[in-house]
């Protein structure tokens, strides 16, 4: 059996490195290295698949997320609705923009943001929300979208996880995520479904103006050479790496595919254990089906009952099982982001799942012996320790 790895790049670059390699050439030989043709080629190919109008390329995925905070002119105090049970990046450029973050519980079966904990955290000073598409499933955007225009808010959407998923809406229809909302991020670090070698970020939007104010303050608030029209960053995605996500973007669909085989087959060595809760999908499908597309995986996380977790973790590295506890603390218990304004009460999900989730190994080359022999080192962990 083949090293177990948690994201197998190596093995992803050899089936593609025919064609990346030729077109990393070009661009060296090139020379154009900062917005060079590839950049705009990459953005056009990414708006036909996403079917959304603007994509801009930007450096990273956090700053994705704070250029297009900027770019809707949220104002100091302003506050920002967001989930407690997340990566620190998505508050961190809240608090950065000197914004107020507010932090709500999550969904105990989905573990993205609770619609209920939003509606309550609405305030008169409320002007955003930012749902979180966590481990690459849909979160709930037709009652986020209909809560934002209900109370006049922006919808960020923060896509670093999601690329690829299609949210089923409720007439039925599909679409995209991070073009349901007024703009989303999404992160192109070389473990994401979809990832560069190296840093990237893009943002997304269907509105011209909000675009070109955002393609403006990816370049140091230019549209013109010298001419700085608004407050802007240095931000751009580098040539190279959008030859890397080009080469990726045709194959993205499989990719997610070969993702949700690797879940199916993990969900079913673990079914109804009842100490262990798969990963879940929409209500209806459970994330197991046969058309089930709401979830890419960026990572396969199960909830534990009545487990040690951190010596689960332990059995399964000395086994040469690498995994992951995403996240292990709250944001709203980080040294960073605690408030007088929080009250533990208000969170029983974040605090609890923080205790109880692991991530197994999820990528696009896992193979049916290892799927086997993660989940029989799982089981027997757990099933000897009863």
């Known amino acids: 059996m083949k090293k177990i790895q948690m994201v197998d790049l190596q093995g992803q ?28 080629e990459f953005q056009n190919n990414l708006e036909d698949y996403l079917g959304v109008k603007h994509v801009i390329p930007c450096a990273n995925g956090t700053d994705a997320l704070q250029i297009a905070m900027m770019g809707l002119g949220l104002e100091q105090g302003d506050e920002v609705i967001t989930a407690d049970f997340t990566f620190a990046a998505t508050v961190e450029v809240i608090a950065l923009l000197k914004l107020t973050p507010v932090l709500v519980d999550v969904d105990p079966v989905n573990f993205n943001i609770d619609v209920d904990a939003i509606k309550k955290a609405i305030t008169p000073k409320t002007k955003a929300i930012v749902p979180v598409h966590l481990f690459g499933l849909a979160a709930n955007m037709d009652e986020i979208m209909a809560l934002a225009e209900e109370h006049n808010l922006y919808v960020i959407e923060d896509n670093a996880q999601g690329i690829g998923a299609d ?24 473990s994401k479904n ?92 459970q994330g197991i089906c046969d058309t089930c597309d709401c979830h890419v995986f960026h990572q396969y996380t199960l909830n534990l009952k009545d487990v040690d ?50 991530s197994l190994p999820m990528h696009t080359e896992l193979d049916d012996e290892q799927i086997d022999f993660i989940a029989s080192a799982v089981l027997g962990f757990i099933n000897s320790n009863v």
């Not at 670059?13 to 290295?33: H, R, T």
């Not at 995403?326 to 969170?347: G, M, S, T, V």
Request: proline share 5%; with cysteine; glycine share 8%.
């Open 13 to 40: 670059y050899a089936k593609i490195k025919s064609v990346i390699n030729p077109s990393i050439d070009d661009i060296l030989n090139s020379a154009a290295y900062i917005n060079g043709p590839k950049v705009h």
């Open 167 to 190: 949210y089923t809406h409720s007439d039925g229809s599909k679409t995209k995520t991070g073009v349901i909302g007024h703009v989303a991020s999404t992160s192109f670090f070389p």
């Open 194 to 285: 979809l990832g560069c070698y190296g840093d990237g970020g893009a943002i997304f939007t269907n509105d011209d103006d909000l675009a070109h104010t955002i393609r403006g303050i990816v370049n140091h608030g230019m549209y013109e050479r010298y001419h700085h029209d608004v407050v802007g960053v240095n931000s751009r995605l580098d040539s190279i790496q959008a030859a890397v996500l080009d080469a990726k973007l045709p194959h993205l669909d499989t990719y997610n595919n070969t993702r949700r085989n690797a879940a199916r087959k993990y969900n079913q060595a673990f079914k109804d254990h009842p100490k262990i809760t798969v990963p879940s999908g929409r209500d209806t499908c």
């Open 309 to 358: 977790r951190d010596a689960l973790v332990k059995h399964l590295n000395e086994k040469g099982i690498p995994c992951g506890v995403y996240y292990p603390i709250p944001l709203h218990k980080q040294r960073a982001y605690e408030d007088d304004r929080y009250n533990e009460a208000d969170f029983p999900v974040t605090n609890s799942l923080v205790k109880s989730v692991i």
